[in-house]
């Protein structure tokens, strides 16, 4: 029996894909279901190359409410007849818009979905939606699946809320914003890192617009100094998490 297990479930099914799509979006893949994080592609001349008509999900997670994290989030909801989770203000402005397929949660609380468990945590950050609709508070996720477990923190300052995180799930990628000005910067997110309990960072919100302008050799090597492995994607650039 278990080596049918074995012969229909091979390691190369249990592993995901990530993919950069430029600032803070990206999408994970993981058992055929497709995630799609904080669309902000059709506006940032970096990611011209990108069509979101060929972007598949399941689910568009939405971190905030910020343009910078929602612009092509409709698009690519309707194209796909997808599951917008987010918090519940920003799930409601979205069926407002026409897209009531959506999933509201806050912070603390936690769903199990078909691809596995999100749990929506604090950020230290503002939410106000392009149109000026209150966004409700900025958040992360924690997704659990039954391959790796992910935390993506949104925009957000280094918080000792961090430290609550390893004692709920035993991360293998933390995807964090490392561009400083408006959100943690290369020092704060090597501590982040620490305090989350993570050796595998993905650094997106970095070069997209002059205020965030990064070194990458510097930034890999501050987090290498903490036996830390800090990845910087080209945009359209896919890599396996494992
Ligand atoms: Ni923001
Ligand atoms: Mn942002």
Redesign the pocket.
């Known amino acids: 029996m278990s080596l049918t297990i074995l012969y229909l479930y091979p390691q190369t099914i249990l592993n995901m894909k990530f993919t950069f799509y430029g600032?803070?979006s990206f999408s994970l893949e993981t058992e055929g279901k497709h995630l799609v994080f904080d669309p902000f592609i059709t506006p940032n001349e970096q990611a011209k190359d990108i069509d979101i008509n060929k972007i598949k999900a399941d689910y568009v997670l939405i971190s905030?409410g910020?343009q910078?994290?929602v612009v092509d989030a409709l698009a690519i909801a309707q194209n796909n007849d997808a599951t917008i989770i987010s918090n519940f203000e920003i799930v409601s402005w979205f069926g407002e818009q026409g897209h009531a397929k959506g999933h509201p949660m806050n912070h603390g609380g936690q769903w199990q979905f078909d691809f596995g468990k999100v749990k929506y945590t604090n950020a230290v950050h503002s939410s106000v939606l392009p149109d000026g609709t209150y966004g409700g508070n900025p958040g992360g996720f924690i997704i659990e699946t039954p391959n790796l477990n992910i935390y993506y923190a949104g925009?957000t300052a280094l918080t000792m809320d961090m430290k609550l995180i390893p004692m709920w799930t035993q991360l293998d990628y933390a995807i964090l914003?490392i561009g400083d000005n408006?959100?943690m910067g290369i020092q704060d997110a090597v501590l982040a890192a620490e305090f989350i309990n993570c050796d595998k960072i993905i650094g997106v919100?970095y070069d997209t617009f002059g205020f965030i302008k990064i070194d990458h050799e510097q930034a890999k090597a501050a987090f290498a100094e903490h036996n830390k492995t800090l990845h910087l994607l080209n945009i359209g650039e896919s890599i396996e998490l494992k």
């Open positions: 600032h803070a905030h910020h910078d994290h925009d914003p408006f959100t919100h």
